[in-house]
């Protein structure tokens, strides 16, 4: 049984140095709150998709994460009423359900729409099957995302993104291809130009990584014998 996201964003939480002076009495609800938020989700009949952070850690180990992220269009969220909003722009609302924090990419933006129609799965979250974007549609995310970091100079924000696809193609055999294709009716050219090499610095890790791994492995074996 795969982690609950509850357990996911209490650790997020609890790890998060900012936290340590505020009182975290209520961590015990995360529980309950994330069970209203996905039944509502699905009594309601509302299109959703997981993404971000605990989407990325249903596939690999990585970050903590204090939030939920989801793919949902206007109309949705409207159905979607308990959503307090705190801030929002064209692509994107910030809400709260509850205690939890919710992030919204609105299907307003094309990207994000085809990423909920063309990559989806079902994830197993401790007893809650969810619907969530599959590797190839998280890779596809995280690259749409960099080069506006890069410009606003969120260096931080980038190194945790490059790193989140290092570690899904380290895992994982993605469709280069098909990202690309994707991402080139999204991006400006020369965005796509930036992003196609940061890919081939992480090639460069990847196949550093690959070799590292087989000589490991290799050595495993031998002590075998």
Not at 129 to 148: H, M, N, Q, T, W
Not at 180 to 200: C, M, R, T, W
Request: aromatic content about 10%; glycine content about 4%; charged content about 25%.
């Amino acid at each position: 049984m795969t982690v609950a996201i509850s357990e996911i964003v209490r650790n997020g939480i609890l790890f998060d140095l900012k936290n340590w002076h505020q009182p975290m009495s209520n961590l015990e609800n995360f529980d309950q709150i994330i069970d209203n938020l996905f039944n509502t989700l699905f009594e309601r009949n509302i299109n959703y998709l997981l993404v971000g952070g605990v989407a990325l850690l249903s596939y690999v180990e990585g970050r903590n994460t204090q939030d939920i992220d989801l793919i949902l269009s206007r109309s949705e969220l409207e159905a979607l009423p308990e959503v307090a909003i705190a801030e929002e722009n064209k692509d994107f609302i910030r809400g709260r359900f509850q205690q939890l924090i919710v992030d919204i990419l609105l299907t307003q933006n094309q990207l994000f729409a085809q990423i909920s129609q063309q990559f989806a799965t079902v994830r197993q979250f401790g007893d809650l099957r969810i619907r969530c974007v599959d590797v190839e549609g998280l890779v596809i995310l995280k690259f749409y995302a960099l080069p506006s970091l890069y410009r606003q100079g969120k260096f931080d924000r980038v190194s945790i993104y490059e790193n989140d696809i290092l570690l899904l193609l380290l895992n994982y055999d993605v469709d280069l291809e098909q990202v690309f294709q994707v991402l080139s009716n999204h991006l400006l050219p020369s965005d796509l130009e930036e992003v196609k090499g940061i890919y081939a610095d992480l090639e460069a890790r990847l196949k550093r990584f690959q070799i590292q791994q087989k000589r490991l492995e290799s050595e495993s074996e031998n002590e075998g014998f």
